[in-house]
């Protein structure tokens, strides 16, 4: 069983930072990417930054310069260091594993963590 455990998340003012961190678990092959997505109230879920296991990143542009994942490969661990947050930040924010099996990928969700940014 693939788990994806997240932490960090919380209320923090506008300007402040947060540190999220996902512990991927279980049984699994090789991973591709890890990965973070949020999830605003009443929207669809939206990429916000991806790592590949050879450490390319990708992000949404509304968090470029301000948000930074990594990854911990031997601990199979991913971070997103936010920075300078916004409201609009605001969001339950879910971390993402893709893995792969005898050329199949397949994609696990953990369970989300609430970031608030609020005055």
């Known amino acids: 069983q693939v788990q994806l455990v997240e932490s960090g998340g919380g209320l923090v003012q506008p300007g402040g930072s947060l540190r999220l961190s996902c512990v991927a678990s279980?049984?699994?092959?090789?991973?591709?990417?890890m990965g973070w997505y949020r999830q605003a109230p009443g929207k669809q879920r939206e990429l916000v930054a991806t790592?590949?296991?050879?450490?390319?990143?990708n992000y949404a542009d509304s968090v470029k310069g301000r948000f930074t994942i990594s990854r911990d490969n031997v601990q199979n661990t991913v971070y997103l260091q936010m920075n300078s947050l916004k409201p609009e930040d605001t969001a339950v924010y879910y971390c993402?594993?893709?893995?792969?099996?005898?050329?199949?990928?397949?994609?696990?969700w953990g369970q989300g963590t609430r970031v608030t940014v609020s005055s």
């Open positions: 790592i590949t296991a050879g450490g390319r990143t």
């Open positions: 279980g049984r699994f092959f090789s991973i591709s990417a």
């Open positions: 993402n594993l893709r893995v792969v099996d005898q050329r199949v990928w397949t994609d696990y």
